[in-house]
Every structure is written in C-alpha cells, then in structure tokens.
C-alpha cells in the first residue's frame, strides 16, 4: 500500500505482462453461429508474433514454429478441419485437445499464463467439450507444468 495524493493509502496492483494473459470471450448468443471462435481467438491470441495468421497455412506454420520439435504432424488434419468448420469426431477433438495443450506446455516454459474465459454459457457444446479434454490433459501432464 502507498499513500495517494489526499495521503490516504492507495492499493497497488499489478498485472501480468500481456504477453501470456490471454482473455477469450464469448460475446453473446451470435457466437453459436460461430462454435470455434472461443478456441480459434485462444490460438491466434498465444500465436500472436508469429507472422501472417490469416490462412490456415500461416497458422499451420506458426504452429510449427512455435512448437518445434513438440510439433505432432498427425495433428494436422484434425486441426485443419477444426479452423475451417467442417465435421469433427471426438478422436480429431482429441488431437486439437493435444496441440493445444502441448502450445501450453511450451508456452508454459517461458512464462507463466493465465487464460481467462469469460460468458462461456453461450459457448457450444463442442467448445466446453475441448475446453474440457484440454482440462484433463493438463491434469495428467501435471509433471510437465
């Protein structure tokens, strides 16, 4: 605490750098029309440096980019066809869960990330769905947070 100008004291906060502080939102009830774009903004938002994102092919390359080594090629498909809306069974909901938690994990060993969901019961079915196999994956790879 320090004192303000009246010499009264005055919290100070502090908040996290906006590099690794992610907040998606669902907007409102529109956002159905649209399922993915609560995950979609999380990805572009923690691959936000990393060139053009406005193809799937730039969003491919950043993903390889920022994974590296961590990049699984079998998740190709399955996040293709997630970005472009097409139909998804729960084993291509499976590997978009693994890429995106193994873009947390890396991102996790930079620095330390807070994502913020917000009106999320206007989210789709298949959203919470992801949300919660990203879920579970974080709690089985506990080791490597």
Known sequence: MDKGVSGKHVAKYTFPGNNNFYTVA?????????????????????????????????????????????FNSDWHNAVLNYLIGSELYDSDLEQVAQCILTLLIVQLHNQPVFIWMCDMHWASKETLVLIEKVLNLLKLNKAYL
């Open 26 to 70: 669902v907007q409102n009830a529109n956002d159905l029309s649209n399922m993915r774009s609560v995950i979609f903004d999380l990805l572009m938002k923690i691959l936000n440096n990393r060139g053009p994102l406005n193809t799937y092919a730039g969003i491919y390359q950043a993903l390889r980019d920022k994974l590296g080594a961590n």
